[in-house]
């Protein structure tokens, strides 16, 4: 037989023959249910505590006590204080300015002569009438001279207060000559020179106190209750019920804080912003490592409101519509919870009720869920 025939015939017959014994012997399959990956989910334990509930705010920071440096004389300035400059610091009782006292002197000098002569003629006068009434219970004087002597020492008496009232306004005017501190503080503005002609009222600049700085805090309507004060509260708050306040600023890369307390509210309610104001109380210590807090400064401020007990915090992500949870339960299994909500925060929740300590919260934004829904939970 021709090899050209023979080598393919041979060929097909093989490759029949391997795959006869091929097919005659494949292996038997056995079919198994296909079992679904559960979805992974982030879950937070829930626990039961008591917190403060807080209330967050912002103000400037302002001057307790602000005050116009005016004169209540009139002079010329003959010296001034090198503390009464935009920010000098000043203690209380400093000299802060100096009026010329020549004429003040001199009135304070016509004062004590007047008074001087007032009381030499009330002396008389009332030595005169002594006189004239041991001579009237002797009939040796008239009616008429004995009212007189009256009249005459009633007059020396007038004239002897008004004396010495002149006097005290001449020392008291002598002493205004000189501009004192009434507290501890700054000088916010001055507008006066040495040498310049000051009248009685006008203002030569603004001093305010450093011991103490205020900020008024805008709280809304709703935060109002969670404060723990009573509803009619208005004014100053009684000291066993001011609510502490921490403040907060930024200087570079350090934050700063300083405490407080909540001192008073406002009455009325802003008419544009419809929020009330309360005003936060701080005392400046010159001890103290961190910096005075500077008027007109802008800051963070944490009223600590009232204590709460059994509540739980929760991730804001954890809640659904219409108030509702997942919880993952003992077989692994999400069911639907319906809580009631205390507050809610801008990254948590506060849940007073549905939750018990130790349940499992999803907190991962799932976008279909259904009931019974068998997960892995993943604990942060």
Request: glycine share 6%.
């Amino acid at each position: 037989m021709n090899k050209k025939v023979l080598y393919p015939v041979v060929a097909l017959l093989l490759g029949l023959g391997l795959a006869v014994v091929i097919g005659s012997n494949k292996p038997e399959l056995h079919p198994e249910p296909i079992e679904p990956m559960p979805t992974v989910v982030r879950v937070v334990p829930a626990k039961v505590h008591a917190e403060h509930l807080t209330v967050r705010s912002q103000g400037t920071v302002q001057p307790r006590s602000q005050s116009e440096l005016i004169p209540e004389v009139t002079g010329i300035v003959n010296w001034i204080s090198p503390s009464l400059v935009s920010g000098g610091a000043f203690r209380a009782g400093d000299v802060l300015l100096r009026i010329d006292d020549a004429d003040y002197r001199t009135q304070l000098q016509r004062s004590e002569a007047a008074f001087k002569r007032a009381g030499v003629e009330r002396t008389f006068a009332k030595d005169e009438l002594d006189r004239l009434v041991s001579l009237y219970e002797r009939q040796l004087a008239s009616q008429q001279q004995l009212d007189n002597a009256r009249r005459t020492a009633s007059i020396s008496d007038a004239n002897l207060a008004e004396a010495e009232a002149a006097l005290e306004q001449a020392r008291r005017d002598l002493d205004r000559t000189e501009l004192k501190a009434p507290f501890d503080g700054l000088v916010r503005s001055e507008h006066v020179d040495l040498g310049q002609f000051i009248t009685r009222g006008q203002s030569i600049g603004t001093i305010y106190a450093t011991d103490y700085v205020e900020i008024r805090l805008p709280i809304s309507a709703d935060q109002l209750a969670y404060l723990g004060l009573p509803i009619a509260t208005r004014g100053l708050i009684p000291d066993e019920l001011r609510p502490p306040v921490t403040i907060a600023t930024d200087f570079g890369d350090t934050r700063l804080l300083w405490d407080g307390e909540l001192t008073r509210l406002e009455a009325e309610v802003d008419e544009r912003s419809r929020m009330v104001y309360g005003v936060t109380r701080l005392r400046l210590d010159d001890d103290s490592e961190s910096p005075i807090l500077p008027v007109g400064m802008f800051v963070q401020a944490e009223i600590r409101g009232a204590l709460v007990d059994n509540v739980i915090r929760l991730p804001r992500s954890a809640m659904r519509d219409h108030n509702q949870v997942l919880v993952v339960d003992a077989e692994n299994r999400l069911q639907f919870r319906q809580v009631s909500l205390l507050r809610l925060e801008h990254d948590d929740i506060l849940v007073s009720k549905g939750l018990e300590d130790g349940e499992l919260v999803c907190i991962s934004p799932l976008q279909t869920v259904v009931e019974g829904m068998h997960v892995e939970p993943l604990q942060e």
